[in-house]
């Protein structure tokens, strides 16, 4: 079964803070790691991730993916209250297939 | 704009009735999905068409149906619908570096 487990499920920040969003996911059929960020209405790509060890940023967000031990981290620095949102992390398996976890609530106090 | 365009945004609907989301794409994708958003459990796939002409089943099948009628276009239907099926329905499309969604279908079941 594929499977797509995200921590925390929700988290309250203040601005400036840090935080790192976690992902793991099962190997069956892997083929690529996607972050989307989800506001009001339909998710907003982020990152793709297919190889290990090799960061994608973007201002402040980054993401890594660690398939040796299958999780990968979303990190953003200096968050602000427009980073409120959810995040959701999916498998892209054979097929273009795309297993969602249950995502993150951020939020970001000002 | 190119995109996911999914039709109605809002519906309610009686017990027992029947209707059709429809999806339709302009970016020439062989990846078409429906899924369903209900909260705390993220987004869960109902079906997926990997091409012209194939559908699959995903997590969440059961009480849904789905027709690709050709390449643009994925329409998901309730034969019967049931207080269960209230949800929020996204149409997305996907080439191997991303998917792209529609803006969500807001259905409830009374």
């Known amino acids: 079964e594929d499977k797509v487990v995200q921590s925390p499920l929700s988290l309250v920040v203040h601005e400036g803070d840090t935080v790192t969003l976690n992902c793991s996911y099962e190997?069956?059929?892997?083929?690529?790691l996607l972050w989307y960020k989800q506001e009001k209405k339909a998710p907003t790509f982020l990152f793709m991730l297919t190889s290990s060890g090799i960061e994608k940023k973007s201002g402040r967000l980054s993401s890594i993916l660690d398939k040796k031990e299958l999780f990968s981290i979303l990190n953003i620095t200096a968050t602000q209250t427009g980073d409120s949102a959810v995040y959701l992390c999916a498998k892209e398996t054979s097929g273009s297939r795309l297993t969602f976890g249950e995502g993150t609530q951020l939020t970001v106090n000002p | 704009n190119a995109g996911v365009t999914q039709t109605p945004k809002f519906q309610v609907l009686k017990t027992g009735q029947s209707m059709t989301l429809q999806c339709a794409q302009d970016?020439?994708?062989?990846?078409m999905y429906w899924y369903r958003q209900d909260p705390g459990m993220g987004l869960r796939l109902i079906y997926y068409s990997a091409s012209e002409g194939t559908t699959d089943k995903g997590e969440v099948p059961n009480g849904y149906n789905v027709s690709r009628l050709n390449k643009r276009e994925f329409s998901l239907r309730l034969e019967s619908a049931a207080p269960s099926q209230t949800s929020v329905y996204f149409c997305a499309s996907s080439e191997p570096t991303e998917a792209f969604f529609g803006q969500g279908t807001r259905l409830t079941v009374v």
């Open positions: 970016m020439n994708h062989n990846s």
């Open positions: 190997v069956t059929n892997f083929r690529s």
